[in-house]
């Protein structure tokens, strides 16, 4: 029984982590989509986003799983590659870009 509970706590560790590292703090656009670990489309308006994004000046602000994006100018330091796509129906994440760092999403995904 004690073993069961251990397996199903890792299985809902192992889910929690893959869903919080879906959205990146160091973000790298590539221009090809077979090299991206997420497919992107940029939405006109922030109701229909997943995730609302803010641009963020330093590195060091930018947060994993949050709407803190810092765009890093190498893939190497990035945490994630990013595609933008061209078709919503064809993006893992809809994101809209906000003006203010409060207006980012808390959690993405």
């Given amino acids: ?17 893959t869903a919080s590292s879906a ?5 790298f656009p590539v221009k ?6 997420i ?3 940029e939405v006109k308006y922030a109701s229909r986003a997943d995730c609302l994004v803010y641009k963020e000046d330093y590195a060091s602000r930018a947060k994993k799983g ?6 890093v100018k190498y893939a190497s330091r990035a945490d ?7 078709y919503a129906s064809r993006a893992d994440l ?8 409060s207006r980012a999403s808390k959690s993405c995904y």
């Fill in 1 to 17: 029984m004690k073993r069961i509970a251990t397996l199903l706590s890792a299985a809902a560790a192992v889910l929690m982590l």
């Fill in 23 to 27: 959205s990146a703090g160091k973000v």
């Fill in 32 to 37: 090809y989509a077979s090299r991206a670990d």
């Fill in 39 to 41: 497919k992107v489309f």
């Fill in 66 to 71: 949050t709407g803190h994006w810092f765009f």
């Fill in 80 to 86: 994630k590659k990013i595609f933008f796509t061209k």
């Fill in 94 to 101: 809809k994101i809209f870009f906000v003006k203010y760092a």
